[in-house]
């Protein structure tokens, strides 16, 4: 019982499980301006379950395929995967598993989100590998968790429409920006190991700059979704509160001072979903 609780503790360790509030509020999002109100239980139960599902089986792709490299990382050595504490079929066994669900859910939710469950797949397997050949793998990266509130728009109304991809330039550009922020501290040892990313090529004041780029980019997006839906007053305070966030991390993480990137990156950086989530609630609903 102890081993089975540990190896447990160890994949919820690997997944980082309680960063999924950095793409689920914003899947929520793209649920709610769907329908400019509430979905059905159903229909919220499963979007939460194929988000899930979604994430669980991308980090463990991305565990596993850059094990080695984690490995060689000072940085990243002591990382579940790197430091074989999981087994890698164990693992491999997971990614099918939740890819899986992630393919039940769609089904359950209609069959538009079933065909293309496969393209979602595609971009979650591909992010893995893109740091090997392009320093725009960030950019990926928000492009895979920015799928979230397009895949819930279409979950609800079963049609692709050009409305929830504004939110989902948003998210990209958002995650892109601190995930810039975040590479910085890789620098020496991505040009060593022949690794693609913004920081590698350009340098920490020059990745810090494309960060600060993307991130009034993702303001921005913000605001055009609110002209596009007609949102009020409580939506435009919850963009400006979050654009404080964003402006509090960037005075926090300079060039030369990067000891509090983790902190910028993940602890206040997941509350910019959950304000624009609910603010959008409240002037949806008030």
Same mark, same amino acid.
């Given at each position: @019982?102890?081993?089975?609780?540990?190896?447990?503790?160890?994949? %919820?360790?690997m997944i980082d499980f309680k960063h999924t509030l950095f793409g689920l509020p914003f899947a929520y999002l793209g649920a709610f301006l769907a329908v400019m109100g509430m979905p059905t239980i159903r229909q919220f139960f499963w979007i939460t379950v194929?988000?899930?599902?979604?994430?669980t089986a991308a980090l463990c792709l991305n565990r596993l395929i850059d094990r080695k490299i984690d490995r060689a990382n000072p940085r990243?050595?002591?990382?579940? @995967?790197?430091?074989?504490?999981?087994?890698?079929?164990?693992?491999?066994?997971?990614?099918? =598993?939740?890819?899986?669900?992630?393919?039940?859910?769609?089904?359950?939710?209609?069959m538009l989100c079933v065909k293309?469950? +496969?393209?979602?797949?595609?971009?979650?397997?591909? $992010?893995?590998y893109t740091k090997r050949f392009t320093w725009w793998c960030h950019l990926i990266l928000g492009l895979? =968790?920015?799928?979230? +509130?397009?895949?819930?728009?279409i979950a609800i109304t079963g049609t692709l429409d050009f409305a929830p991809f504004i939110m989902g330039l948003a998210v990209a550009f958002w995650i892109?920006? *601190?995930?810039?922020?975040?590479?910085?501290?890789?620098?020496?040892?991505?040009?060593? /190991?022949? %690794?693609?990313?913004? +920081?590698?090529?350009?340098?920490?004041?020059?990745? &810090?700059?494309?960060?600060?780029?993307?991130?009034?980019?993702?303001?921005? *997006?913000?605001?055009?979704?609110?002209? /596009?839906?007609? %949102?009020? %007053? /409580? $939506? $435009?305070?919850?963009?400006?509160?979050?654009?404080? =966030? &964003? &402006?509090?991390?960037?005075?926090?993480v300079r060039p030369g001072n990067l000891d509090k990137v983790n902190f910028a990156s993940f602890v206040i950086n997941r509350y910019v979903g959950l304000i624009i989530f609910a603010a959008t609630l409240v002037d949806i609903f008030v």
């Open positions: @019982m102890k081993l089975t609780y540990n190896k447990i503790k160890l994949f %919820l360790e194929a988000m899930i599902s979604a994430r990243t050595r002591d990382w579940v @995967m790197a430091a074989g504490k999981l087994s890698v079929r164990r693992v491999w066994v997971a990614v099918f =598993i939740f890819f899986a669900l992630l393919f039940y859910s769609a089904y359950q939710l209609n293309l469950a +496969p393209l979602a797949v595609a971009v979650l397997w591909i $992010y893995s895979a =968790i920015g799928m979230g +509130p397009i895949g819930s728009w892109a920006g *601190f995930d810039v922020m975040y590479a910085c501290q890789d620098i020496e040892f991505d040009r060593s /190991y022949g %690794l693609k990313s913004v +920081p590698a090529r350009f340098g920490e004041v020059g990745a &810090l700059r494309f960060s600060v780029w993307f991130h009034v980019l993702t303001v921005l *997006f913000f605001v055009i979704n609110g002209l /596009y839906f007609k %949102l009020g %007053l /409580y $939506y $435009y305070f919850g963009i400006a509160f979050a654009a404080f =966030i &964003l &402006l509090y991390e960037h005075l926090l």
